[in-house]
């Protein structure tokens, strides 16, 4: 690979499943891949079996989350992509992590949100592109409300999933609208119904556990598989390949839920975020 074609790309989520299996084609095709996970001992076998830097942060601990942009920023100078992968539906019962906030609002969107923005000047620098890892079921399981993000009111796992996923997307349309001028892109996608460890340990009920667990799992896509949009999307030329701030699946553009085609609902999203991690630290400079 050219040097001027190589990419530095952080994947987090990439000890396991599609972020693992996107770390590994993107480190042959002679990226330079920094693998993040949360468990330890996963996330250096990933790392040493394509020669490649590891970082470890568990995101229900959001001080985890600004030790792992410390690492990262120290680590290097550019980054290219960062993709925003780490993620999964948890439950049953409304778990709340060390931040006080419901689980799998905070693993699969608040963290990311908060690592995207220790980061930002790094990405901006760079001319990054960003790129989450959403969900299909946000149009399926969403009931989204500002009001509610932390699903207080009558919780359940697939829909608090659902709620997250759309969070993802509405991050990566915000971000493409609020640094867009300044030169990061962004973008969300769904990777497909992909048998991994996703949903492995949780009980989220009825069509997510059967679908996942039981016989019906043989008949789903594996891990590479999953990875194919997020490997092109990181591979991408923005705006040329892909509109910025898009959703996409299967390579191409796809249909989002109502909830995320107001773009006033991005930029609430992102101000109540904002307020959520009021106070938390910084990068030093
Ligand atoms: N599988 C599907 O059908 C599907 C469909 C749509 C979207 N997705 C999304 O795709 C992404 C990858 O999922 P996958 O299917 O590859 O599942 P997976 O095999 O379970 O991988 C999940 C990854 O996220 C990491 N992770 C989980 N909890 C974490 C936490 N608290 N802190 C930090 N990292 C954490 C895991 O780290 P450890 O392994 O080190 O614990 C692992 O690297 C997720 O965002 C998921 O929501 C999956």
Do not use: C
């Amino acid at each position: 690979m050219q040097e001027n074609t190589k990419k530095t790309i952080v994947i987090t989520g990439a000890s396991d499943g599609i972020g693992a299996a996107a770390a590994r084609r993107l480190s042959s095709a002679g990226h330079d891949v920094v693998v993040v996970g949360r468990s330890p001992e996963k996330t250096r076998s990933v790392a040493e079996s394509i020669g490649a830097r590891h970082f470890v942060a568990d995101y229900s601990d959001l001080s985890q989350v600004h030790a792992l942009a410390s690492d990262i920023a120290e680590s290097t100078d550019r980054i290219d992509v960062l993709a925003n992968n780490a993620g999964g539906i948890f439950g049953k019962g409304r778990w709340i992590t060390t931040d006080g906030h419901e689980m799998t609002f905070q693993v699969n969107y608040l963290a990311q949100f908060y690592l995207t923005r220790l980061l930002i000047d790094r990405l901006i620098s760079s001319n990054a592109t960003v790129i989450n890892t959403s969900s299909l079921v946000h149009r399926l399981f969403s009931r989204f409300s500002l009001e509610d993000l932390d699903a207080e009111n009558r919780y359940d796992p697939r829909t608090a999933y659902g709620n997250a996923k759309l969070a993802d997307l509405l991050h990566a349309q915000e971000l493409s609208r609020r640094y867009g001028h300044l030169g990061l892109t962004s973008a969300s996608f769904h990777p497909g119904v992909i048998s991994s460890n996703f949903a492995q340990e949780s009980v989220a009920g009825a069509g997510v556990d059967a679908l996942y667990r039981g016989p019906a799992q043989k008949l789903l896509s594996g891990p590479d598989q999953g990875a194919d949009t997020l490997v092109w999307l990181a591979e991408a030329a923005p705006w040329a390949d892909f509109g910025s701030g898009g959703y996409f699946a299967k390579k191409k553009p796809a249909s989002i839920a109502r909830p995320a085609q107001d773009p006033l609902t991005a930029y609430k999203l992102w101000e109540t975020s904002e307020q959520m991690i009021e106070g938390l630290p910084d990068l030093a400079s």
